[in-house]
């Protein structure tokens, strides 16, 4: 191991870190708003199909986002404390977790796609036949897409955030240039938008493998680092589980108010989720800094870093607010041309601009304490506020009629709540010193 360098070291700053994860993280869901817009020209079948098998496909990933999330925490600690062969062990032992969750996530969707797409879009019919089409050739690229996750994780652990930029830009780019092609000229429909997908995430986790590869690491299963790596997980899973229970709940529901509703949640949820993963480009960059200070244990640094990026996103949601308010009425009809649709876009607008501002200083926050290893607090935070807002709202969205307005409230008093909660514990000391399960 490389021993620790007494004296003060330089770090990269804030945007130096943001703006290559803001790339990486902005291509997949860029990717998913031009397929929305492709598939959404096919009619509005289609469009809630893809809805139905995306969101299913989507909420996969992101339950299990701990991949990239709890190895950065780790290979950033252990890089450190100048230990970056350890930080790369780290990469190969999340790669062989990845592929093993990957094939499990395979396995289930193409045991239960029929079920669980007529289940989210409220019985059989054309949009879960179409959802189910479309999940079961999708869900081929589970595990290279879990496998990327790994490869982000290690690599932002290292700082090394430039390379995954032109990984993913790879395999992004590969599913822009195949989607139109084969939805329309090659005449696939839906199916197309899924073989795309699958093209571009196969480039994309060869370019990772590849990356360790050439580091020279071992390549041996080392069980007790897998363990290790699923203990910081648990908590991100729990976390992401009731997360996206909320989400597929809306989704429900919104699916049985109508396909115009369904649609134009669609639209808005995707935009949500590209423009989240835009503000969390600073999460990453403080998981990375605030984990490379505390594994050299420089608490100050650690602080200074939340202050930083949580006025970094103060600014950044307030951009993004203004901007989507001046575009609202040019943006909805990019993916679509129903009139019923675009009604039902106009309601959620508000809501999604508005709290911008917000959701910036939210998603900075929590990367300051995944960095920190404070991963206990961000479950029991986000949990709580699903269940004392989210899903509440969600749920009473239907009996007492409330559309689609109900259910962005609901998401709106989550985002509020996790605010609360996390500007409370970065104004003390407790996070800095978590438990460090991430050193361990």
């Known amino acids: 191991m490389t021993s620790r360098s ?30 929305t817009a492709v598939v959404g020209n096919l009619g ?65 969707f193409q045991l239960l796609a029929g079920p669980m797409t007529r289940a989210l879009a409220g019985g059989p019919g054309p949009v879960a036949e179409a959802g189910e089409e479309w999940l079961r050739i999708a869900s081929l690229g589970a595990p290279l897409l879990l496998v990327s996750l790994a490869g982000n994780g290690w690599l932002r652990g290292v700082q090394q955030l430039r390379r995954p930029v032109r990984y993913v830009l790879a395999g992004s780019l590969l599913s822009l240039v195949l989607c139109p092609l084969l939805v329309h ?52 899973l729990l976390r992401a589980a009731v997360l996206q229970l909320a989400f597929l709940v ?47 244990r420089r608490p100050d640094e650690a602080r200074a870093t939340a202050r930083r990026v949580a006025l970094w996103g103060l600014v950044t949601g307030c951009v993004v607010a203004a901007v989507l308010l001046a575009l609202r009425d040019v943006l909805p009809p990019l993916f679509t041309d129903d009139p019923a649709v675009l009604a039902q876009a106009a309601v959620v607008w508000w809501f999604l601009a508005g709290f911008q501002p917000l959701a910036g200083v939210v998603f900075a926050l929590d990367g300051v304490l995944m960095g920190a290893g404070d991963v206990g607090y961000l479950r029991t935070v986000t949990i709580a506020s699903a269940l004392v807002g989210f899903l509440p709202l969600s749920l009473l969205a239907g009996p007492l009629q409330l559309g689609l307005a109900g259910v962005w409230t609901g998401l709106t008093l989550f985002i509020a709540l996790r605010l609360v909660a996390v500007l409370v514990r970065v104004a003390g000391d407790r996070w800095l010193s978590a438990p460090e399960t991430v050193t361990r």
């Open 185 to 236: 000229p090659a005449g696939l429909g839906l199916p197309g938008s899924a073989v795309a997908n699958v093209a571009g995430q196969a480039l994309t986790a060869a370019l990772f493998v590849r990356a360790l590869l050439r580091e020279g690491a071992a390549w041996r299963v080392r069980p007790g680092a897998v363990v290790r790596q699923l203990v910081i997980g648990r908590d991100l």
């Open 44 to 108: 509005t079948v289609a469009l809630g199909g893809l809805a139905v098998g995306g969101g299913l496909l989507a909420w996969a990933a992101a339950l299990l986002n701990f991949l990239a999330y709890g190895t950065t925490a780790r290979a950033a600690r252990r890089a450190g404390a100048g230990d970056r062969a350890g930080a790369v062990t780290e990469g190969v032992q999340a790669t062989w977790l990845a592929l093993a969750l990957g094939l499990l996530v395979l396995l289930l």
């Open 250 to 296: 809306a989704a429900g529901v919104a699916a049985r108010t109508g396909t115009a509703v369904l649609g134009a949640h669609q639209i808005a949820l995707q935009l949500f989720f590209f423009l989240a993963l835009v503000l969390d480009a600073y999460a990453i960059a403080a998981q990375t800094l605030v984990g490379h200070a505390l594994g050299a």
């Open 6 to 35: 007494s004296g003060p070291r330089s770090s990269p700053g804030v945007l130096a870190l943001a703006l290559p994860a803001l790339v990486v993280l902005a291509a997949e869901p860029l990717y998913l708003l031009v397929d």
